[in-house]
């Protein structure tokens, strides 16, 4: 079976739908390797979130 690469796994769709509805994440790619940068930009929006 091919996995579209424009959708996350199924394991992943929950948390992806929840990130995506938060702002942690734009949505896009979600197959593609994350950078450091994209990671840490993630957290970051995560903990402001957080923390209010």
Avoid: C, F, H
């Avoid at 938060?22 to 903990?47: C, F, H, K, N, S």
Wanted: a positive charge.
């Amino acid at each position: 079976m091919t996995q579209d690469k424009n959708q996350p796994s199924d394991w992943a769709k929950e948390a992806w739908e929840w990130a995506k509805k938060e702002g942690i994440t734009d949505g896009t790619d979600p197959q593609r390797v994350a950078t450091r940068e994209e990671v840490i930009t993630m957290l970051y929006r995560y903990y402001k979130k957080a923390s209010k």
